[in-house]
């Protein structure tokens, strides 16, 4: 079982930067990977971009491509998500989704999900 722990939401002016975090416990894997996901209400919940642990290649969705950025930390067992310019459309729930075994690419079934952080952003 791997717990998700995000943190670093909230209310920020267009154009600013943001930088998310998603802390990881308990069992994970070399093999397996973490992602950020979105979500405003009624809307799906849309995938931004993903990383392997082990190899550190990431993984992005084309409408976030140049403003997004993934990375992790490996010995905290974190991962991030920089926002760069921020827009009001960018305003949604971020979740941080994490696989068990992940090879890279898209993404497919998420095995565990956090519990959401907040992004506002007033224009």
């Known amino acids: 079982q791997v717990q998700l722990l995000e943190s670093g939401g909230g209310l920020v002016q267009a154009g600013g930067s943001l930088r998310l975090s998603c802390a990881a416990s308990?069992?994970?894997?070399?093999?397996?990977?973490m992602g950020w996901f979105r979500q405003v209400p009624g809307k799906e919940r849309e995938f931004i971009a993903s990383?392997?642990?082990?190899?550190?290649?990431?993984y992005y969705a084309d409408s976030v491509k140049g403003r997004f950025t993934i990375s992790r930390d490996n010995a905290k067992n974190t991962v991030f998500l920089q926002i760069d310019t921020l827009k009001p459309e960018d305003t949604a729930v971020y979740y941080c989704?994490?696989?068990?075994?992940?090879?890279?690419?898209?993404?497919?079934?998420?095995?565990?999900w956090g519990q959401g952080t907040q992004v506002t952003v007033s224009s």
């Open positions: 989704a994490a696989k068990n075994y992940y090879v890279g690419g898209p993404w497919g079934i998420t095995d565990y």
């Open positions: 308990g069992r994970t894997f070399s093999s397996s990977g």
């Open positions: 990383i392997r642990w082990r190899s550190g290649i990431t």
